[in-house]
């Protein structure tokens, strides 16, 4: 079973660290990723960045309506993500537009990605 | 990280909101100040055993607060019975509180207190000195060492101004939208003048400098959390995050500042400059241009050329045109001007200098700016009078340090 872990923590804080105290942490991750690596039992892992950079595509309106900032309701819960490679935020927001189009409702938060990891290709 | 890490690191975090609510609570900054202090005093005993609560801001205002009025209560007790009934019973009240920050209650208490900061009679330094020692926590004698003075002469000078604004009565009200525009455009400048005070400091003090940086940073990108659709408030944090990529390849092994155009690039911090940029593609969106906005724009076109010879001086120079319009100012004009001796070469570049001659006769980087068109003119003689005046104007020893090495070459090449 592939099982997806989502990072949880608060961005004021992490994003406040210095950076010897990021790489520190990012030193001992690099740790246990490289044994999963090697195991080819790690795919992609990404870091985001900061909710600040983020929009939302609200696709429960029609047409769908596009919000600075995180997605920031409770009563949805995560149901799945993309990694899509766009060439810029508009472009971004167009393939969320398409993808909308075959599935409404809900909300795609859009957020660039700050380190991509691709991993191993699984066993 | 140590206990003593994540926590600091929480506290730190959690501050300006906290301490903004506070003091909406207390009506008194010292009051705010002093109920911070508690909780984050409860928190270093607590937290250890406890685990961090859900929402530390939320903890911290409500530790803060009951601590605050545990306080009046022993006050009021040496001269009458307390009242317990006025003392509430705050169980589940973390929740509400956290609900309540959730739902962005509080987003216009952290935007007063940084108002505050920025009363116009307080002059800049004072401003940021306040901003850093409220805002974010710093003590006296770190903000004593960014700026290069006596710790003495900080505390008073923090005094002083806080003394200045006790006596104007800040508003409560919720501001409309028109006072909270006005006040976000004067927390903005305050917060770009923490940032240069931090840059423009150059290769001395580099820990300090950082930090007032950083500072500006977390500032920025907090109050951009709590108005995600202000493009202005956008164009800041990238223009600052661009600047800020640059940090580490400003200076050389001496402290000397190497020029933008020789900077070693695989130095810059690409993450912040790709994080400036999605944040510029977010400000572009609304189409109400700003000037931080143009500056971030611009920082973003040096940031993305992959050499100096690359760089798109047509659109800068554009940009700065824009810019002009915008804001005139003689400053900007002069920046135009290193734009135009790129794009039409330095004649036309130091035609647009000579306007500016009067205003900015004591402004280092003019003198530094037409020495180096005058070079390139081959007019030895005028280029090193004017890099002779630029020393003269220098305000910090990189700045003479740089013009020196013009001024040696040029007399070794007489010889």
């Known amino acids: 079973m592939l099982y997806a872990m989502l990072c949880y923590n608060d961005e004021d804080a992490v994003f406040s660290w210095s950076k010897a105290e990021d790489d520190a942490v990012m030193a001992r991750l690099g740790e246990v990723h490289e044994k999963l690596v090697s195991a080819r039992k790690m795919g992609p892992a990404l870091r985001l960045m900061p909710t600040t950079a983020a929009v939302t595509l609200r696709k429960d309106s029609d047409p769908p309506l596009v919000l600075d900032g995180p997605f920031a309701e409770t009563k949805e819960q995560l149901l799945g993500f993309y990694v899509i490679d766009c060439e810029s935020l508009e472009d971004a927001i167009g393939v969320a537009r398409d993808l909308a189009k075959a599935n409404p409702g809900g909300a795609y938060e859009i957020r660039p990605i700050k380190v991509f990891l691709p991993g191993a290709e699984l066993a | ?415």
């Open chain 2, 1 to 415: 990280m140590s206990d003593v890490g994540w926590i600091g690191a929480t506290l730190t975090a959690a501050r300006p909101q906290a301490v903004s609510a506070l003091m909406r609570y207390f009506r008194d900054l010292d009051l705010a100040e002093e109920a911070f202090q508690d909780a984050s005093l409860r928190a270093l005993k607590s937290w250890p055993k406890n685990g961090p609560p859900r929402n530390p801001a939320a903890w911290l205002i409500l530790v803060g607060r009951n601590a605050a009025l545990d306080g009046v209560r022993r006050r009021s007790r040496q001269q009458e019975l307390p009242d317990e009934a006025e003392i509430s019973d705050l169980e589940d009240a973390e929740d509400a509180m956290a609900q309540q920050l959730d739902e962005g209650h509080y987003r216009d208490d952290v935007l007063r207190l940084l108002f505050i900061c920025c009363h116009p009679e307080l002059p800049a330094v004072q401003q940021v000195a306040l901003a850093l020692r409220i805002v974010s926590g710093l003590s006296v004698t770190q903000i004593a060492r960014a700026f290069l003075v006596s710790e003495a002469a900080m505390e008073q000078r923090i005094t002083r101004a806080k003394a200045r604004i006790a006596k104007t009565q800040a508003s409560f009200e919720t501001p409309n939208a028109i006072e909270r525009a006005e006040r976000l455009a004067a927390v903005a400048a305050m917060l770009y003048l923490v940032f240069n005070e931090g840059y423009s400091r150059g290769g001395e003090q580099g820990e300090a400098r950082e930090q007032l940086c950083g500072e500006a940073i977390r500032l920025s990108r907090l109050l951009l959390k709590l108005y995600p659709a202000e493009p202005e408030i956008l164009g800041l944090t990238a223009l600052m995050l661009i600047q800020h990529a640059r940090a580490g390849a400003r200076f050389d092994a001496d402290g000397s500042i190497i020029l933008l155009e020789d900077q070693d690039r695989s130095l810059w911090n690409a993450e912040q400059i790709a994080e400036a940029s999605a944040l510029i593609d977010k400000a572009v969106r609304h189409r109400r241009p700003g000037a931080y906005q143009v500056q971030a724009a611009i920082a973003a076109l040096h940031a993305r050329a992959p050499s100096a010879a690359a760089t798109d001086w047509v659109q800068i120079e554009r940009l700065y045109a824009t810019l002009e319009r915008m804001e005139p100012s003689p400053v900007v004009t002069l920046n135009r001007a290193v734009a135009v001796s790129k794009t039409q070469g330095a004649e036309a570049a130091l035609a647009l200098l000579e306007p500016l001659a009067e205003r900015l006769k004591g402004y280092f980087y003019f003198f530094g700016v037409k020495g180096a068109l005058l070079l390139q003119l081959d007019r030895k003689a005028e280029a090193k009078a004017a890099f002779t005046q630029a020393i003269s104007l220098a305000t910090s020893p990189a700045e003479a340090a740089h013009i020196r090495m013009h001024l040696d070459r040029l007399s070794a090449e007489s010889q």
